[in-house]
Each structure stands twice: as C-alpha cells, then as structure tokens.
C-alpha cells in the first residue's frame, strides 16, 4: 500500500472538507474566542492564562491579545488567583456562557445532520478511526 498517495488523498479531501458546514462550525470552535470560550468551559468556567495557552498551542502574548477583547465584550473576567498572587483566573461570565453554548449548539445541530447522512455504521467508523488518530497521535 502507498501510504503518500494516500495522504495526498487525504490532504486534497481534507481541503475539500473546509466548505462542507459542519467543517466549517467545527473550525470556528477550534480557534480565536470560540476557542478560548470552550477551553474555559471544559476547565469548569475558569482557568489560568498558562492552561489556555497551553490547550490552544498558541503563545501566551496571543493569549493577552484574545483575553482583553474578549474582556472588553464582556465574555470573560480576570481576577487574581487567590492562591498565588502572580496569576490572574479568566472565568466566563454568564454572557460568554451563554455565547459558547449558542455557538456549541450550533455545531451539534450541523455535525449531527453531517452524520446522520453518513447513516448509523460509517458514523461510528468515522468517530472509532478519528478516535484512533487522536489516541495515536497523543503516543507519539
């Protein structure tokens, strides 16, 4: 088996994913405030800069740069970690909760429908190899 040839399939089919609209949701959850606002959400509402950073794979300098927009819109909080004065906690306000959720929601409703075309057993091939590729990746 060529397995280059393969990924040249697979890198033109990935490029043609991007504008199905599932893709395309799924994309917008994986960076800028979207991002941030679901990181939050997985850590429990709040978290340090360092952790987002780290989630994200960005530096911490973007980081600052996304959190005091998002502070400005009024999606998240700083505050002083009361157990170590040199961190700071962002915690999401009800607003970005509520952002987040709307925003969640949405790409629940799109990838369920990508699924549901897919129909029952090659949607849970697509997730059993997806798994897979993350647990293979995490090893590595």
Known sequence: MDFHELAKELLQL????????????????????????????MHGMK???????KDMAVSTAR????????EEKGLITRQDDPN?????IVSLTPEGNRAIGLKRGEAVES??????????????????????????????
Not at 17 to 25: G, K, V, Y
Not at 26 to 40: T, W
Not at 47 to 53: C, G, I, N
């Open 14 to 41: 990935r490029i043609q994913s991007i504008q199905e609209p599932a893709s395309r949701l799924l994309s917008d959850m994986a960076r800028g405030e979207s991002f941030v606002l679901n990181c939050l959400l």
């Open 111 to 140: 990838v369920a429908r990508m699924l549901e075309h897919l129909g029952e057993e090659d949607a849970r091939e697509y997730l059993r190899i997806l798994r897979k590729i993350i647990q293979n990746s995490t090893l590595a």
């Open 84 to 88: 170590d004065n040199r961190q700071v």
């Open 47 to 53: 978290a340090h800069p360092k952790e987002l950073s």
């Open 63 to 70: 980081i600052a740069a996304l959190l005091n927009h998002m």
